[in-house]
Structures are given as structure tokens and as C-alpha cells.
């Protein structure tokens, strides 16, 4: 019995999988993609989220001992002013259109 609703499960889980992205695919065409603009501020988002995952992963080294509290700060530093260059570029973008 408990082979049938593992079975079950795993052919729903697969199925969700499989068509989650039509779905996804169909809400995206609403929009307008071929916008220059939509493509810049989604390709501005990735490396804002780039620079915050990296600065959370040298947060992460430092309190591992990886890091030395010098190297910390400088790194730190440096992906935080390309984080906010990039944040300040987001919101001209989305007051242009």
C-alpha cells in the first residue's frame, strides 16, 4: 500500500515539475519581454542578488575564520558600493518608464 501513494507521489511531484514552467511561460508573455528596458532591470536584479549573495558568503568566511577582519572589510566595502551602484541604476531605470 504505501508503494502505490510513494508511486503517487512521485508521479505528482514530476508533473508539477514538468508543467510549473508552461505556466510560468504564459505569464511572462503578458508582459513585454522584448523591452530593452524590462531585460536590463531583470539582468540588474541577478547582479544586485549576485553582489548581496556575495557579500553574505564573505560574512560567512569571516565567521568561519577564513577571513581576516582586513580582507572582510574590504570586501565588504566593495561589493557594497557596486550592490548600491547597481540599486541607484535600478530606480533611474524605473522612473524612466
Request: proline share 2%; charged share 35%; hydrophobic share 35%.
Amino acid at each position: 500500500m504505501s508503494e502505490y501513494i510513494i508511486s503517487l507521489l512521485l508521479v505528482v511531484l514530476v508533473s508539477v515539475f514538468t508543467i510549473y514552467p508552461l505556466f510560468l511561460g504564459r505569464r511572462r508573455e503578458n508582459r513585454d519581454v522584448d523591452s530593452p528596458e524590462v531585460n536590463r532591470l531583470e539582468q540588474l536584479y541577478e547582479k544586485r542578488d549576485l553582489y548581496y549573495s556575495s557579500i553574505r558568503d564573505i560574512e560567512l568566511d569571516r565567521d568561519m575564520g577564513k577571513l581576516s577582519e582586513q580582507d572582510y572589510t574590504e570586501l565588504v566595502s566593495r561589493y557594497k558600493e557596486k550592490a548600491a551602484a547597481v540599486t541607484k541604476r535600478i530606480s533611474e531605470l524605473q522612473s524612466i518608464s
